[in-house]
Every structure is written in structure tokens, then in C-alpha cells.
């Protein structure tokens, strides 16, 4: 179900366009575990976040990497605050979700659907399955918003997500949202500093 708003002709609109588009129409029953989708997590997958769920219709529940293989990290901006963000995703109405939101003036992570669990953020079924996403609170056009915090934190996560998985250190394998396949988004944005964020995931 590729919601018709991912398909906008502006990709510097409003968070609730920005992070829509990635949910699908029919799920395939292989991808279907056996406990209910809404099962509140007994435990974060990182000890770094602190759990804040997406509505259960916001993503597909699913048993990674068992179901399907985890390749990709895919680096978003939000466009919207960090609270703004949480309430979108909690919101049953809006059909988006990710992994991971980073805050922006301490690195502080909500982890909103398990890692086993596929969210709806890349606008491209195929990359949903084999990813993990992870939102970072700001705005594309307002570098000011990518701290120094937000960078370490997210990298440190970024570094213990490859690691877990088995997914190269490097841009083939982190990239951002611009780079989905049939994405007309632009996140992370040319503020965006690939360089250092590489450097601290590789030493983290």
C-alpha cells in the first residue's frame, strides 16, 4: 500500500509527506511471525534506546533476519521535531513508521519497532524488508540541527546495527533515504556530513 502523499511533487514539505510511502498493500504470510503484532517488546534491541512503539498498522510484523536477510541502514531527516515525529508514527493514521529517532540536542534514541519487525520508511517495499531506518530529528535545510550528539549516537548505533547483522561499514551499505530506488525524497540532505558519520560508525 504505497500511500498516494509519497508521491508528492515537493520533497521539502511537511514531515507527515516527507515520511510516508512505505507501506504495502499485501503482506506475504512468510513474513508473518506467530506472537500479535501489537506485543509490547519485553527489552529494546539496543540498551542505548529507550522504547516509544508505533502503532502496530504503522509497520509488518515479521521475524528478521529469519524471513529476510538485513543489508542496509537508511540514514532519514524528519523535517519535524523529535515529539512531532513520535506522534506521527503513534498516529494509526499516517502508515509510516522507523526503527529509530535520534534527538537532536543530546542524541537521545527512541527505538519505535523492533529490529525483527519491518517499518515503513524507505518508500520501496524491497528496501524495507532488507533494512533498518533510522530517523534524525531536523530539518534538511538547517544543518545547526545535526549536533555533535546526534552524530555519535546515531553512529554508535549505526556501528552495533552493522555488527548484528553482518552489513559492511560503508556507504554501499549505510546510505541515505535519496538513495532508495524509486524514492523522490532527499534526506539525510547535502548538510548531511557522510565523512565524519562513516568515520565514527567504522570507530565506533
Same mark, same amino acid.
Given at each position: 500500500?504505497?500511500?498516494?502523499?509519497?508521491?508528492?511533487?515537493?520533497?521539502?514539505?511537511?514531515?507527515?509527506?516527507?515520511?510516508?510511502?512505505?507501506?504495502?498493500?499485501?503482506?506475504?504470510?512468510?513474513?508473518?511471525?506467530?506472537?500479535?503484532?501489537?506485543?509490547?517488546?519485553?527489552?529494546?534491541?539496543?540498551?542505548?534506546?529507550?522504547?516509544?512503539?508505533?502503532?502496530?498498522?504503522?509497520?509488518?510484523?515479521?521475524?528478521?533476519?529469519?524471513?529476510?536477510?538485513?543489508?542496509?541502514?537508511?540514514?532519514?531527516?524528519?523535517?519535524?521535531?523529535?515529539?512531532?515525529?513520535?506522534?506521527?508514527?503513534?498516529?494509526?493514521?499516517?502508515?509510516?513508521?522507523?526503527?529509530?529517532?535520534? #534527538? /537532536? *540536542?543530546?542524541?537521545?534514541? $527512541?527505538? @519505535?519497532?523492533?529490529?525483527?519487525?519491518?517499518?515503513?520508511? %524507505?518508500?520501496?517495499?524491497?528496501?524495507?524488508?532488507?533494512?533498518?531506518?533510522?530517523?534524525?530529528?531536523?530539518?534538511?535545510?538547517?544543518?545547526?540541527?545535526?549536533?555533535?550528539?546526534?552524530?555519535? #549516537? /546515531? *553512529?554508535?548505533?549505526?556501528? $552495533?546495527? @552493522?555488527?548484528?547483522?553482518?552489513?559492511?561499514?560503508?556507504? %554501499?551499505?549505510?546510505?541515505?533515504?535519496?538513495?532508495?530506488?524509486?524514492?523522490?525524497?532527499?534526506?539525510?540532505?547535502?548538510?548531511?556530513?557522510?565523512?565524519?558519520?562513516?568515520?565514527?560508525?567504522?570507530?565506533?
Amino acid at each position: 500500500m504505497n500511500d498516494p502523499e509519497s508521491r508528492r511533487a515537493r520533497p521539502l514539505t511537511s514531515r507527515r509527506g516527507l515520511l510516508k510511502g512505505a507501506a504495502l498493500a499485501v503482506v506475504p504470510y512468510a513474513l508473518l511471525p506467530s506472537t500479535p503484532a501489537n506485543a509490547r517488546p519485553r527489552a529494546v534491541d539496543h540498551r542505548s534506546a529507550d522504547w516509544m512503539g508505533a502503532d502496530p498498522v504503522n509497520y509488518t510484523a515479521a521475524d528478521r533476519p529469519l524471513s529476510c536477510p538485513v543489508n542496509f541502514v537508511v540514514i532519514h531527516v524528519t523535517q519535524a521535531t523529535y515529539t512531532n515525529t513520535l506522534g506521527i508514527f503513534t498516529n494509526p493514521q499516517e502508515k509510516v513508521s522507523a526503527h529509530y529517532v535520534v #534527538r /537532536s *540536542a543530546d542524541g537521545h534514541i $527512541a527505538q @519505535c519497532v523492533r529490529e525483527h519487525d519491518i517499518a515503513w520508511h %524507505a518508500g520501496n517495499w524491497d528496501y524495507n524488508t532488507r533494512s533498518i531506518g533510522i530517523e534524525h530529528e531536523g530539518w534538511v535545510e538547517h544543518p545547526g540541527y545535526f549536533t555533535h550528539a546526534l552524530y555519535e #549516537r /546515531s *553512529a554508535k548505533l549505526t556501528a $552495533a546495527i @552493522c555488527t548484528k547483522y553482518g552489513i559492511p561499514k560503508d556507504r %554501499a551499505h549505510i546510505i541515505g533515504h535519496y538513495e532508495v530506488p524509486g524514492t523522490d525524497h532527499t534526506d539525510p540532505g547535502p548538510n548531511w556530513d557522510w565523512t565524519r558519520y562513516i568515520r565514527l560508525v567504522k570507530a565506533a
